[in-house]
Every structure is written in structure tokens, then in C-alpha cells.
């Protein structure tokens, strides 16, 4: 049992920090960008709700009932005798693999808040000759900001939950959305903010393929940083009094909103200059600098509070993935904290150096296997296989594995008896069904 818990506060803005992160500001309107706008966001609030809701809380509710790590987690409540149950904690790795490339994109935004107080590049063409190489060429540059980054979740974390991650997260967090609303307000003021609301919200499904689904569930995922072990490792040290489904929909609501004010506010700016929301993963570091720069005083203004609240949102995020980690060394190895979160973050880091390089000229011929580069590898493997597979995992744990009477009287209380129902129906049947038929199609064996 943890001595340090979260405040009431402090746990809805350490799970809300979790969530809220370069998946929304970053991801999301780019791929929304790429699968055709209103009819992906449709299909991701449906996942959100639906599959990624339903594991979100069954992660809650594990953590809240053992207060343990992971693995111990799983072990106390599997049945009598069976020691296989226990190795689902072990999906933290996944925590461990994500946190490895991610600060790469916390290192390219801390560039581009350099970038902002200097020179932004002056066109898209400009702007997309400068970022390809800087990820090809900028290795250096890349290694200095990427170690920064991970000694402040270092710092971090060896500070513990209480002192570490929860002050962070109260900083932060609200900072964040002070920025974005700001940001929102004056982008409501653009010529583009009204395309930009009909690009997100109107629904058209000929530009929609079934690949489009499974990105959108991917994405539920990974927003809502379920299937890894961060929500259950957080929620092990929530305090007796936070209410969890008031708790829940105030972090998924936030998540939400926050994905789609930055969708807005990305696409207000881009549309007013009539530029086209498709570069992919540069949307965020070619597109808009271009813009910014054409805004002249006011973008670099926009810039440079962008790029920090991006910066703010990832790094509390990056250090919800290796808590679990750090939690399992601690209570299952007797590892002290300082020693845990310097062997975690020595790992990450040593992956993520080989992610870096495998992006430059010098050594992607080494570092690329089919032709992609370990950065995309990692990428793709986390959120398109290994978050679902823990999320399945999960779900079946908690539907069918776990005591029901255990699992009833510890949430029907927060729920009542038609929502738990309910949520227990979609946890057993959709969410495990609804991900196994998706993994099919992504392996190739099932084709629609
Ligand atoms: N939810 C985070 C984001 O949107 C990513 C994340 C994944 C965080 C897994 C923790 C664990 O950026």
C-alpha cells in the first residue's frame, strides 16, 4: 500500500496530464487530417467512449482495489493457484517502448520554441526542407534536447508522486489550458475557423476506409493511455474520497475537448492561409511554422505559446509512462526510487538514441528494417499492437477472470446499477471482440 496518495485534485490532473498529451495536440489533427475529418472524428469519439472508456475504468478499478504495482496487481486478484494472470502488469513495457521515441517529439518542440524566438522558416516549402533536415542531419541538436528531456523526467519521477509527479501536474495542466483558451478565443477571430469546424464536424463518409477505423481506435488508445498500465499504477495511489466516475469523465471530457480545440485551432490557421491540412507528422512542424511566420508579430506570439503548451502537455504524459515501470522495480525488486528511475529512463534513453539515429542520413541504411525507421517501428508497435493488446488482456481480466462480486461492490457504488451494468457489458462482449476483429484485419488475416 502506498504511503504518498494523490490529492483529490492532484490525482484528476495527474490522470488528466497523462491523457492529455502529443496524441491530442500532435496526433490528432493530423491523422484526422489524413483519414478525411468529420467521419474519423465520429468513428474515434465512438471508440473513445465505447472501447477506450471501458478499459480506462477497469484500470481504475484495479489500482483502487490492490494500491499495488502492476504485476502484483493482476497476481492478487487472478484465481487460486494460476501464476499466469500476473504477467499482463508486465504490458508496462509498452510504457517503457512508447516513452523511448516520444521525448524525440518533445526534442523537436523545444527546437521549434528556440526556432520561434529566432527565425521560423519563411514558406511551407521552406518549412518542410528545414524539418526533414533537421531530423535528418540535426543528430547532435536532437541528442541535446532528447537528454534534457529525459533528465527532467528523471528529476521528475525519482521525486515520487506526491512531490513529483503531482506538483508537476498542477503546474502544468493548468497553465496548458489557459494557453489554449487563449489561443481558441483568437482563433474563433479567423477566416478559416469556420472551414475548420466544418472540416472536424461534418460528417461525410466517401473520403472514410476501413483503415480508417482501425487508426481511430488505435488512437482512442493512446489517448486516453490506457492498455500500459499507467492509469492502473496512478490509481493505485488515489485517495479514499475521489469519486471515480466524476473523476473519469471530467479526464475524458478534458481529453477530448483538448484534442478538438487544438484540431480548431490548427486547422483555423491553416485554412485562413489557404493552406491544405494533409503533411502528415510535420503538420505541427512544417505547416504551421510557415503560417506563424507569415502572421508576422502576432505567429511568433502563437508560435512560441504553442509550442510550449505542447511541450508542457507531452512531458507530463512521458512521465505517466514510466512510473509503472519504475512502481514494478520498486515493490516487486526492492529497488530504491532513485536507482529504479535511473535504470528505466537509462533504458528508454538507449532505445531512443538508436531512434534518433535511424532518422539520419548517416545511419538509416543500419537502423531500418523493410524500410521503415525504428522511430516509426516503435511507433506503429506500440499504439497499432501492443496498447490493444493489453487493453484485450485487460478486458478479459477484469469481464470474466477477476471476482465479480469484488468488482460489483467496488464500483456499482460510484455508478449504480444501470451504468455498471452497462459498462460491464461492453468491457466483456464489445471491447475484446471489437479489438480481436481489428487485429485480424491488421495482420492481414481477416480483409475488409
Ligand atoms: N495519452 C498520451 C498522449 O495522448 C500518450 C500516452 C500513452 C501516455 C500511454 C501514457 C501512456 O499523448
Same mark, same amino acid.
Given at each position: 500500500m502506498y504511503k504518498n496518495r494523490f490529492s483529490r485534485v492532484g490525482y484528476v490532473l495527474a490522470i488528466a496530464g497523462s491523457a492529455i498529451g502529443l496524441g491530442n495536440i500532435w496526433k490528432f489533427p493530423y491523422i484526422t487530417g489524413a483519414n478525411g475529418g468529420g467521419a474519423f472524428v465520429l468513428v474515434f469519439l465512438l471508440a473513445v467512449f465505447t472501447i477506450g472508456l471501458s478499459i480506462f475504468i477497469a484500470e481504475i478499478i484495479l489500482g483502487k482495489i490492490v494500491k499495488k504495482d502492476a504485476v502484483s496487481t493482476f497476481e492478487t486478484l487472478s484465481?487460486?493457484?494460476? @501464476?499466469?494472470? @500476473?504477467?499482463? %502488469?508486465? =504490458?508496462f513495457i509498452t510504457g517503457v517502448l512508447i516513452i523511448s521515441f516520444y521525448p524525440i517529439v518533445i526534442a523537436w518542440i523545444l527546437h521549434y520554441i528556440v526556432l520561434s524566438f529566432d527565425t521560423l522558416p519563411k514558406s511551407v516549402s521552406e518549412a518542410e526542407n528545414y524539418f526533414l533536415n533537421y531530423t535528418q542531419t540535426g543528430v547532435f541538436s536532437q541528442l541535446f534536447y532528447f537528454s534534457l528531456v529525459f533528465y527532467s523526467i528523471y528529476f521528475i519521477i525519482k @521525486? %515520487?508522486? @506526491? #512531490? *513529483?509527479i503531482e506538483k508537476l501536474n498542477n503546474l502544468l495542466i493548468p497553465a496548458l489550458f489557459i494557453i489554449f483558451l487563449g489561443m481558441f478565443l483568437y482563433s &474563433? &477571430?479567423? =477566416?478559416g475557423f469556420g472551414k475548420a469546424f466544418e472540416f472536424m +464536424?461534418?460528417? !461525410?463518409? /466517401?473520403? +472514410?476506409?476501413?483503415n480508417s477505423i482501425l487508426i481511430a481506435v488505435g488512437h482512442a488508445f493512446f489517448c486516453l493511455s490506457v492498455g500500459v498500465a499507467t492509469i492502473l499504477t496512478y490509481s493505485? /495511489?488515489? /485517495? !479514499?474520497? &475521489?469519486?471515480i466516475l466524476k473523476a473519469t469523465f471530467f479526464v475524458v471530457i478534458m481529453d477530448i475537448l483538448t484534442a478538438f480545440i487544438s484540431g480548431l485551432i490548427i486547422f483555423a490557421i491553416i485554412f485562413s492561409a489557404n493552406a491544405?491540412?494533409? #503533411? %502528415?507528422?510535420?503538420?505541427?512542424?512544417i505547416t504551421l511554422p510557415a503560417i506563424f511566420y507569415e502572421m508576422g508579430s502576432i505567429g511568433t506570439i502563437f508560435a512560441i505559446f504553442f509550442f510550449i503548451a505542447l511541450a508542457f502537455a507531452a512531458i507530463t504524459s512521458a512521465v505517466s509512462m514510466i512510473e509503472p515501470a519504475v512502481m514494478y522495480l520498486i515493490e516487486r525488486? *526492492?529497488?530504491k526510487r532513485a536507482k529504479a528511475t535511473m535504470i528505466i529512463t537509462f533504458i528508454a534513453y538507449f532505445i531512443g538514441v538508436f531512434a534518433i539515429l535511424s532518422m539520419s542520413n548517416e545511419f538509416k541504411e543500419y537502423l531500418s528494417v523493410g524500410g521503415k525507421n525504428i522511430f516509426d517501428i516503435l511507433d506503429f508497435f506500440t499504439s497499432a499492437i501492443l496498447m490493444p493488446l493489453g487493453g484485450i488482456a485487460i478486458s478479459i481480466f477484469v469481464g470474466y477472470i477477476m471476482d465479480k462480486e469484488l468488482l460489483r461492490s467496488s464500483l456499482e457504488p460510484y455508478m449504480g446499477k444501470y451504468i455498471y451494468s452497462s459498462w460491464l457489458f461492453i468491457l466483456r462482449f464489445l471491447t475484446p471482440i471489437a479489438i480481436f476483429i481489428l487485429m485480424l484485419k491488421e495482420i492481414g488475416v481477416l480483409n475488409f
Open positions: 484465481p487460486k493457484n494460476n @501464476k499466469y494472470f @500476473k504477467y499482463i %502488469g508486465f =504490458s @521525486k %515520487g508522486v @506526491k #512531490k *513529483g &474563433t &477571430t479567423m =477566416s +464536424f461534418y460528417v !461525410d463518409f /466517401s473520403n +472514410f476506409n476501413t493505485a /495511489s488515489i /485517495s !479514499d474520497d &475521489t469519486h491544405t491540412p494533409d #503533411k %502528415g507528422a510535420g503538420l505541427v512542424f525488486r *526492492g529497488v
